[in-house]
Nanobody, 119 residues
Framework: QLELVESGGGLVQPGGSLKLSCAAS????????MSWVRQAPGKGLEWVSR????????SYAASVQGRFTISRDNAKNTLSLQMNSLKPEDTAVYYC????????????WGQGTQVTVSS
């Protein structure tokens, strides 16, 4: 049974940092394309970052470029998102998601973790 479980969210002041983690199980994590997607209150889903398999090229939304870093630990089946210089507009529920390269859609989602940036 495939499972994605996020953790690491919380309340942080503007300018602070948080590191999110996503524990994956039930599939071959090392070959999976993985993403972080967020949903701010009252808004739609926003793609944040992606990491592929193999040499693991990464990509980021313009809104987080230079502040967020996505990474993966294939030995631990864990996806991470290091978030620095957080802004109030980064407040959202953050989801990790597995991308299906054949169907070109997100195949599985975690339950999400809340990040609140506020003074």
């Amino acid at each position: 049974q495939l499972e994605l479980v996020e953790s690491g969210g919380g309340l942080v002041q503007p300018g602070g940092s948080l590191k999110l983690s996503c524990a994956a199980s039930g599939f071959t994590f090392s070959s999976a394309y993985m993403s972080w997607v967020r949903q701010a209150p009252g808004k739609g889903l926003e793609w944040v970052s992606r990491i592929t398999s193999g040499t693991a090229p990464t990509s980021y939304a313009a809104s987080v470029q230079g502040r967020f870093t996505i990474s993966r630990d294939n030995a631990k089946n864990t996806l991470s998102l290091q978030m620095n210089s957080l802004k109030p507009e980064d407040t959202a529920v953050y989801y990790c998601a597995k991308w299906d390269t054949d169907k070109r859609t997100y195949e599985y989602w975690g339950q999400g973790t809340q990040v609140t940036v506020s003074s």
